[in-house]
């Protein structure tokens, strides 16, 4: 009786021109809306993965771990990454887990290949390093890879010492760990909170954190419009503004943009952001009244009336 082949997996979007991404391989990344979850793929049960590694230590480690405990013996890992963004210790990584990696370094990566050994070192300590946990200093669950993942950012605090009690239904565009989100939700007068975040892990961390009957989750990205997002009375948020290590304004202002889409008139839009951000042209453009209402240490906080 045959059985049906594993599907390769691919996380993130390595680029075409360091590595093949197999016909019909399955994403894992969890910065892509919709993708399956690493996580839950059985021991020794791939036969090929080809990974975009993550920037950050731990994060990136426990990646590798989760692909490693994966794949079947002998089952192939492709690994890559920018030299200046963990791809310079890709292959030192690899080998402390048990692999023979096979390196090359081209147009400013590494590009680790290898067969997964018999014996591997280390994978069940590095998955438990990057996985889930509660933090005692936030008193909230989160995972290395989110956003500000174990501090309260600075941009976040200014918004929260000046956010006065919201009303009616609102949104939390790029929620995190749901910080914001449970201040909004102290008010009595909040009917309805959607939670919207690129990043599953802040959505599955969120649900932890925010456990409110008023809230909803949605693992979305915002440079999209999602289509059940209307006539709201108030969005909160401070977006992001790097993609992939590099500073893009673009995703603030497309933020910006579906604020405004998702906004009532005379809806009510507050905004936290580092204070060389030029977002007072798209604020100005997409809304009646725009009023900074505090800055301080490097950030600002916008009131945007539609």
Same mark, same amino acid.
């Given at each position: 009786m045959s059985t049906k082949a594993p599907p390769p997996?691919?996380?993130?979007?390595?680029?075409?021109?360091?590595?093949?991404?197999?016909?019909?391989?399955?994403?894992?990344?969890?910065?892509?809306?919709?993708?399956?979850?690493?996580?839950?793929?059985?021991r020794a049960s791939l036969d090929e993965v080809v990974m975009l590694a993550p920037a950050g230590t731990i994060e990136r480690r426990y990646a590798l771990a989760l692909a490693l405990r994966a794949l079947r013996g002998n089952g192939h890992l492709v690994a890559l990454a920018p030299k200046d963004r963990g791809g310079s210790r %890709?292959? +030192?990584?690899? *080998?402390a887990f048990g692999c023979t990696p096979a390196e090359t370094g081209r147009r400013h990566h590494r590009v680790c290949?290898?067969?997964?050994?018999?014996?591997?070192?280390?994978?069940?300590?590095?998955?438990r390093e990057g996985g889930p946990r509660h933090i005692d200093n936030l008193?909230?669950?989160t995972q290395p890879g989110i956003f500000s993942w174990d501090r309260i950012d600075p941009g976040t605090a200014l918004l929260l010492a000046n956010?006065?009690?919201?009303?009616?239904?609102?949104?939390?565009?790029?929620?995190?760990?749901?910080? %914001?989100? +449970?201040?909004? *939700?102290a008010?009595?007068?909040?009917?309805?909170?959607a939670l919207v975040d690129l990043d599953r892990r802040a959505i599955e961390m969120a649900r932890r954190n925010v456990g409110d009957p008023r809230a909803t989750f949605l693992w979305a990205d915002l440079r999209e419009r999602p289509a059940d997002l209307s006539r709201l009375d108030f969005v909160v948020m401070n977006p992001p503004f790097h993609d992939g290590g590099s500073e893009d304004q673009?995703?603030?202002?497309?933020?910006?943009a579906r604020a405004a889409e998702a906004l009532r008139p005379g809806g009510t839009l507050w905004l936290t952001a580092n204070?060389?951000?030029?977002?007072?042209?798209?604020l100005n453009a997409a809304f009646k009244t725009v009023a900074l209402k505090a800055a301080s240490g490097g950030y600002k906080i916008y009131e945007a009336r539609k």
């Open positions: 997996l691919v996380y993130g979007a390595p680029p075409a021109e360091l590595a093949n991404i197999p016909a019909g391989a399955l994403q894992v990344s969890p910065l892509v809306p919709g993708s399956a979850r690493l996580e839950d793929f059985e %890709l292959g +030192r990584e690899l *080998l290949s290898v067969q997964r050994p018999d014996i591997l070192s280390g994978l069940d300590e590095a998955i008193a909230l669950c956010l006065p009690p919201l009303s009616g239904r609102g949104a939390d565009f790029g929620c995190g760990l749901g910080i %914001l989100a +449970r201040a909004v *939700l008010s009595d007068a909040v009917s309805a909170l673009a995703l603030g202002q497309s933020f910006i204070t060389h951000l030029p977002y007072e042209a798209p």
